[in-house]
């Protein structure tokens, strides 16, 4: 079974540009997470989808980020424009459904570095 | 408002020798408990969970935790460590009301000596 694929993998930018990160969730995997990780903190949940619909973006900067899942499948996280306090790992993960035995599998992130 | 409290930043041990992770959390709920390893440049890979039933809890890896609901804790213990387990260790928590969101503590960094 493949796992959640995230590309790119390390990405810099400068201060002010726009940058995206893409996902592709395990197959058949309803639910979809973005998480930033900070370095020396542990993740922390940026937006929730249910197939195509946003569960939770509480904790979302909206006024710089933004994110989709069209068709309910991939999703794409974006950054315009990206301030330094972005650097950051940013991992997707998925699971079956949200209360599907709480596991959910991560992929190996993408590292962004604004300089 | 759920948080999770990972006591020690840095565990350091040597090979063979028994460790334990600490792990506190704070809810106003029945809590699901989990802890995630990483290794480098990798994603995070579920060790162990809590859902319900038996307090101790056995994983991957010869891991195995401990769920103290007077204590609020959730530590995470090894009886003889490798040098492959070298990795940073996450707690984490969520319950039946947060659709599956994980709240995450700030990870105990093992590094395993020989």
């Known amino acids: 079974e493949a796992g959640v694929a995230q590309s790119p993998r390390y990405k810099i930018i400068e201060k002010r540009q726009s940058v995206a990160f893409w996902c592709n969730p395990i197959?058949?995997?309803?639910?979809l997470y973005w998480y930033q990780q900070i370095l020396g903190q542990g993740p922390k949940l940026l937006i929730q989808?249910?197939?195509?619909?946003?569960?939770?973006d509480s904790q979302l900067p909206k006024d710089r980020f933004s994110a989709e899942r069209l068709k309910g499948v991939d999703s794409t996280l974006k950054i315009q424009p990206a301030k330094l306090e972005d650097s950051a790992v940013y991992l997707c993960?998925?699971?079956?459904?949200?209360?599907?035995?709480?596991?959910?599998?991560f992929g190996p992130g993408t590292r962004l570095t604004v300089t | 408002a759920q948080s999770v409290t990972q006591l020690d930043s840095q565990v350091p041990v040597f090979e063979e020798a028994p460790v334990e992770l600490r792990c506190n959390y704070s809810?106003?709920?029945?809590?699901?408990l989990f802890w995630y390893v990483q290794y480098p440049n990798q994603g995070l890979q579920l060790l162990l969970k809590?859902?319900?039933?038996?307090?101790l809890v056995k994983g991957i890896n010869g891991f195995e935790a401990e769920f103290n609901k007077s204590q609020t804790s959730f530590h995470l213990r090894k009886p003889s460590v490798h040098i492959s387990d070298t990795a940073e260790y996450f707690c984490?928590?969520?319950?039946?009301?947060?659709?599956?969101?994980?709240?995450f503590g700030q990870g105990t960094e093992l590094s395993v000596k020989p």
């Open positions: 989808f249910q197939n195509n619909g946003v569960v939770d």
């Open positions: 809810s106003s709920v029945s809590v699901y």
């Open positions: 197959s058949g995997h309803a639910t």
């Open positions: 984490a928590v969520s319950s039946y009301n947060q659709g599956g969101k994980l709240i």
């Open positions: 993960a998925s699971s079956l459904a949200p209360q599907d035995s709480y596991e959910q599998y």
């Open positions: 809590y859902l319900s039933g038996s307090t």
